[in-house]
């Protein structure tokens, strides 16, 4: 047998991993490396460019060079069975408890999350690997001292996220460069489980995150093509979801979708992610100012807009529309707050199906049953694709509205405390936290970060007449930290990593310049 050899190298423990790391499947790894990370670092390169121009006063365009592709009368390669009907989508982490409660949901979909709901430390990401590699082939138990987890005879279709291009493994080396985190989540995954998945009609399927541009889809349909051919995989077997969650995508839906149009399923409207990025994007822009977190809502005018064009645009190209999260978690001690809280999600879903979405997400199995029966309500349908909203014009400016609202101290406060909260669990290995009845993942601190950067690079003052600054941002985080230590006791708060928590989010929230993401710097501190 011909000896295998790569030049990767692995700077955290490997031998707990030897079926995962093996030296053909590093081999992949390395191979994908050499051909795609130069490109990939271009692409950011690219991003720190058109940020530039939105700081020098420039706004989001439809791209003049692509404007044929708009007009075009083309379509996407057909959708699969599997992936007709996937009108709830339950999401969450990699670990074997939340896979097998996603799969025995009743969900249509599951999707594994490898980012932003992944706190990357280097076990969590392995044994993710682990873990969907026996749920794929119903093999994956847990046994607790209270219980024993498996899996049911019926259970959700598996896609798989990756992290997102502007994301390195720091285990994971070739020569002196760090690996793509992008490319070890998704290479892992294929080389170990493509053939199995094409064998047993489960695709691979996958969702790809925070796109920013279309080049940017032309690079993952250039590493599809590349594995499937490596794995010996008829092209077009992957079929790919992209997250419309960065506000220059929803420019570019028709380009994103025709350079993935062999590979693609659908497009999703990440919600949270998306408002983080108008911010991010026109926050140097004169007037531009965003109110608190809770008074954008997908009601507001940019938002809606973005959803029905994400709507428009799918149903034109023949994919699926999948609308956004409901984050909230079941009540389970307070009856009339559970009751508020699901038909707070019922009316957020019917708002959904109604505009023609053919699916969406949710973040636990309690809320699975009552959005199915919306969805079964007003879908008799596998889907909506027959629902085209060709009377909708949606234009660059709607795309861009500012939403109206308030600035208040309440708004500071909250952000600045789920922020702490967010960002210790993290630390502490959990990336989707249970804060206050929702399921909250990095896009929530990410938003709580960039509000109040901005706010405070603009001198905002509140209605309080106090006008956000670094000293008030520091009085009010050494408050909010204090409520924190009360509300969780002693002992939690002391073999926690509040203090590191708190001081990464207000050097990050009082910096001259805004950070590009907070996970980017908060990975150094990670196990």
């Known amino acids: 047998m011909e000896t295998v050899t790569t030049t990767i190298s692995i700077r955290k423990d490997a031998e707990h991993y030897a079926s995962l790391l093996t030296p053909e499947a590093l081999t992949f790894l390395e191979q994908l490396h050499q051909k795609f990370n130069t490109s990939r670092k271009v692409l950011l390169e690219k991003r720190k460019q058109q940020q530039l121009e939105f700081d020098r006063g420039a706004t989001p365009k439809f791209p003049i060079e692509t404007s044929a592709i708009r007009t075009g009368t083309w379509t996407a390669a057909p959708i699969p069975e599997k992936l007709q009907d996937r009108r709830v989508e339950i999401t969450g982490p990699v670990d074997a408890k939340m896979i097998i409660n996603a799969l025995n949901s009743g969900a249509s979909m599951f999707m594994a999350d490898f980012e932003d709901s992944c706190a990357p430390t280097w076990k969590n990401l392995m044994d993710g690997q682990l873990n969907l590699h026996a749920a794929l082939r119903k093999t994956l138990r847990l046994e607790t001292p209270t219980k024993t987890y498996e899996l049911g005879p019926k259970t959700a279709t598996l896609l798989v996220r990756p992290r997102g291009l502007h994301l390195e493994e720091k285990n994971l080396y070739y020569g002196d460069e760090r690996l793509s985190a992008s490319l070890v989540d998704f290479g892992l995954f294929v080389f170990h489980n493509a053939q199995y998945a094409y064998q047993h009609e489960e695709g691979p399927f996958f969702y790809i995150p925070k796109l920013e541009h279309y080049l940017e889809a032309r690079w993952w349909n250039e590493v599809f093509v590349f594995a499937q051919q490596y794995l010996k995989i008829p092209t077009g077997t992957f079929k790919a979801t992209v997250l419309i969650e960065t506000i220059t995508a929803s420019f570019q839906l028709d380009e994103i979708i025709y350079e993935l149009r062999d590979h693609i399923a659908g497009l999703n409207c990440g919600r949270w992610d998306y408002i983080f990025s108008y ?190 600054s670094s000293s008030y941002y520091q009085k009010l985080v050494q408050e909010e930290l204090e409520k924190i230590k009360i509300s969780i006791g002693d002992s939690r708060y002391e073999s926690g990593r509040f203090e590191l928590a708190s001081a990464l989010f207000f050097k990050m929230i009082t910096a001259d310049d805004l950070a590009e993401f907070l996970t980017l710097e908060a990975y150094e501190f990670l196990e």
């Not at 699926?320 to 984050?327: D, N, P, V």
């Not at 707050?337 to 997400?361: F, L, P, S, Y």
């Open 279 to 468: 911010i991010k994007k026109l926050k140097t822009h004169d007037q531009f100012l965003v109110p608190d977190r809770d008074q954008v809502t997908m009601t507001s005018p940019f938002m809606q807009a973005y959803a029905l064009r994400v709507i428009q645009v799918c149903h034109k190209r023949n994919i699926l529309a999948i609308g956004g999260m409901a984050a909230q978690i079941p009540i389970k001690n307070d009856e009339d707050a559970n009751t508020i809280a699901i038909q707070k999600v019922i009316t957020d879903k019917e708002r959904e199906v109604r505009n023609g979405h053919d699916g969406t997400w949710v973040a636990h199995p309690g809320l699975v049953a009552p959005v199915l029966k919306v969805f079964n309500t007003h879908m008799p349908t596998k889907n909506h694709l027959h629902i085209k909203r060709n009377e909708l014009q949606i234009t660059e400016g709607m795309l861009v509205e500012l939403p109206q609202g308030t600035i208040t101290e309440n708004g500071v406060r909250k952000n600045i405390h789920v922020g702490i909260l967010y960002l210790e669990s993290w630390l502490m290995g959990t990336g989707a936290a249970a804060l206050y009845h929702l399921m909250e993942d990095a896009a929530t601190a990410e938003i709580s970060r960039v509000q109040l950067w901005h706010w405070r690079n603009k001198e905002v003052v509140l209605e309080n007449n106090e006008i956000c």
